[in-house]
């Protein structure tokens, strides 16, 4: 999504100026054109050098120093952003941008842009409190600037509390997050991720091999179109999209539970968890040791079917499986969404590499209720995602159309 895209990325100084050399550098690895505006008091932190080398653009620091092909520096600079960023943004800027002054290069060229300005805010938890700045942050968020959360933590200033600049993935997502379409606005929705454990004693489990990346992806991207995010996810190690509500769950058991409890609020169910089909019938108190015989069974009993719960209590509402074959593919998926009475299932083949589970790859297809089957080419799981919400908003819209 940023590919191509023009950002403007304006450092003022605080002490978390050097985390916008990382921010930088995760712009520009995706293809995006980054023009890094310093501040006076940001180049006494970090050398201007640093930002130029890694964006290869002239950094610009100066209001009156930037006549450059006949451009006015700093209108031209306005006008050329698809993106405005400010990180970290002290309480100084944000306090001279809500008050009209534009006394310097980055002042003058926020209040000339007309596009989409992120504030990233990071400094002493005092001055974050404080009602002046409040005020501030507040009448800017009132004219459309936008405004991350600082982070709660041991500041640099010997302070413990909010104040720390968020980490620069987290402000990479929000920047998607500002020019994804906003067409989830409104919806909630529900996504399982990752794998179940069912506990056989204190140290042993069964599980499988899904790593949750499919379902985070969804996550991620459902909250970038402006969808209100409930993800129930099974152990991973990976981080929680920001501003998505997460439940942690263990077994199938748990996750069954957590999502009936919440499946009410739900206007979108999508079930990309790994559920294990079965648990072991008795879990031991006491770690199972082994003894004389060579072979060892084990009684298994059958786990609930959420999703095909869900396809039950679903009424109007879309319902979304997975599917993950090793043979027949389209036989079996087109087999479960007509057993579990889903509006659509993806459908993937785990045997294929670069596909199913524990990569950043999938292959899928995308089999609909009316019989439709979409194949789509190897992508990365965040394009999966955004592929499957682009199919999503359109069954919504038919079905609000079926209902006129
Ligand atoms: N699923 C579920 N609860 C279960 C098992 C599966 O909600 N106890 C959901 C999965 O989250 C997925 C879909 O059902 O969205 C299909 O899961 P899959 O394991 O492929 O299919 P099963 O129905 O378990 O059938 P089988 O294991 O025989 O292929």
Same mark, same amino acid.
């Given at each position: 999504?940023?590919?191509?895209?023009?950002?403007?990325?304006?450092?003022?100084?605080?002490?978390?100026? =050097?985390?916008? !050399?990382?921010?930088? /550098?995760? =712009?520009?690895?995706?293809?995006?054109?980054?023009?890094?505006?310093?501040?006076?008091?940001?180049?006494?932190?970090?050398?201007? &050098?640093?930002?130029?080398?890694?964006?290869?653009?002239?950094?610009?620091?100066?209001?009156?120093?930037?006549?450059?092909?006949?451009?006015?520096?700093?209108?031209? &600079?306005?006008?050329?952003?698809?993106?405005?960023?400010?990180?970290?943004?002290?309480?100084?800027?944000?306090?001279?941008?809500?008050?009209?002054?534009?006394?310097?290069?980055?002042?003058?060229?926020?209040?000339?842009?007309?596009?989409?300005?992120?504030? !990233?805010?990071?400094?002493?938890?005092?001055?974050?409190?404080?009602?002046? =700045?409040?005020?501030?942050?507040?009448?800017?968020? $009132?004219?459309?600037?936008?405004?991350?959360?600082?982070?709660?933590?041991?500041?640099?200033? $010997?302070?413990?509390?909010?104040?720390?600049?968020?980490?620069?993935?987290?402000?990479?997502?929000?920047?998607?997050?500002?020019?994804?379409?906003?067409?989830?606005?409104?919806?909630?929705?529900?996504?399982?991720? $990752?794998?179940?454990?069912?506990?056989?004693?204190?140290?042993?489990?069964?599980?499988?091999?899904?790593?949750?990346?499919?379902?985070?992806?969804?996550?991620?991207?459902?909250?970038? /179109?402006?969808?209100?995010?409930?993800?129930?996810?099974?152990?991973?190690?990976?981080?929680?999209?920001?501003?998505?509500?997460?439940?942690?769950?263990?077994?199938?058991?748990?996750?069954?539970?957590?999502?009936?409890?919440?499946?009410?609020?739900?206007?979108?169910?999508?079930?990309?968890?790994?559920?294990?089909? =079965?648990?072991?019938? !008795?879990?031991?108190?006491?770690?199972?040791?082994?003894?004389?015989?060579?072979?060892?069974?084990?009684?298994?009993?059958?786990?609930?079917?959420?999703?095909?719960?869900?396809?039950?209590?679903?009424?109007?509402?879309?319902?979304? +499986?997975?599917?993950?074959?090793?043979?027949?593919?389209?036989?079996?998926?087109?087999?479960?969404?007509?057993?579990?009475?889903?509006?659509?299932?993806?459908?993937?083949?785990?045997?294929?590499?670069?596909? +199913?589970?524990?990569?950043?790859?999938?292959?899928?297809?995308?089999?609909?209720?009316?019989?439709? !089957?979409?194949?789509?080419? /190897?992508?990365?799981?965040?394009?999966?995602?955004?592929?499957?919400?682009?199919?999503?908003?359109?069954?919504?819209?038919?079905?609000?159309?079926?209902?006129?």
């Amino acid at each position: 999504m940023l590919k191509d895209k023009k950002i403007v990325l304006g450092v003022t100084g605080g002490i978390a100026a =050097y985390k916008a !050399v990382e921010l930088l /550098r995760l =712009y520009v690895k995706v293809g995006a054109e980054v023009f890094v505006v310093m501040t006076r008091s940001a180049q006494q932190f970090v050398t201007p &050098l640093t930002f130029q080398t890694l964006s290869g653009n002239p950094v610009h620091t100066e209001l009156f120093d930037l006549f450059q092909e006949n451009e006015i520096g700093h209108i031209s &600079l306005a006008d050329r952003a698809d993106l405005f960023v400010v990180a970290p943004a002290t309480a100084n800027v944000v306090g001279k941008v809500a008050s009209g002054i534009a006394d310097d290069l980055l002042t003058t060229t926020i209040m000339a842009t007309k596009a989409p300005v992120l504030f !990233v805010p990071a400094m002493n938890v005092n001055m974050w409190e404080n009602p002046l =700045y409040r005020q501030n942050e507040e009448k800017l968020k $009132g004219f459309g600037y936008r405004f991350m959360e600082p982070v709660s933590g041991a500041l640099a200033c $010997g302070w413990e509390g909010k104040g720390k600049l968020p980490d620069p993935s987290a402000i990479f997502e929000e920047t998607l997050a500002l020019l994804a379409p906003h067409d989830l606005a409104g919806e909630t929705l529900l996504v399982s991720a $990752g794998p179940t454990r069912e506990e056989l004693d204190p140290v042993r489990y069964l599980s499988n091999y899904s790593s949750g990346k499919m379902g985070y992806a969804i996550a991620r991207a459902a909250r970038q /179109r402006g969808a209100r995010v409930i993800l129930v996810t099974g152990p991973t190690c990976l981080q929680a999209p920001c501003g998505v509500e997460v439940h942690q769950v263990r077994g199938a058991g748990q996750m069954h539970q957590t999502i009936l409890a919440e499946q009410g609020a739900a206007s979108i169910l999508i079930k990309a968890a790994a559920v294990a089909d =079965y648990r072991p019938a !008795v879990k031991a108190d006491d770690k199972i040791k082994k003894n004389a015989a060579e072979t060892m069974t084990l009684v298994l009993e059958k786990n609930p079917d959420i999703l095909a719960e869900l396809g039950q209590l679903k009424g109007g509402r879309i319902l979304v +499986g997975f599917a993950a074959e090793t043979s027949d593919l389209v036989d079996n998926a087109r087999k479960k969404l007509e057993r579990k009475n889903l509006d659509l299932i993806v459908a993937n083949d785990v045997s294929l590499p670069d596909a +199913g589970f524990d990569v950043d790859t999938n292959i899928v297809r995308l089999l609909f209720k009316d019989g439709r !089957v979409e194949e789509l080419p /190897r992508m990365s799981k965040d394009e999966v995602a955004n592929r499957l919400l682009d199919r999503i908003v359109e069954l919504k819209g038919q079905k609000v159309e079926g209902r006129r």
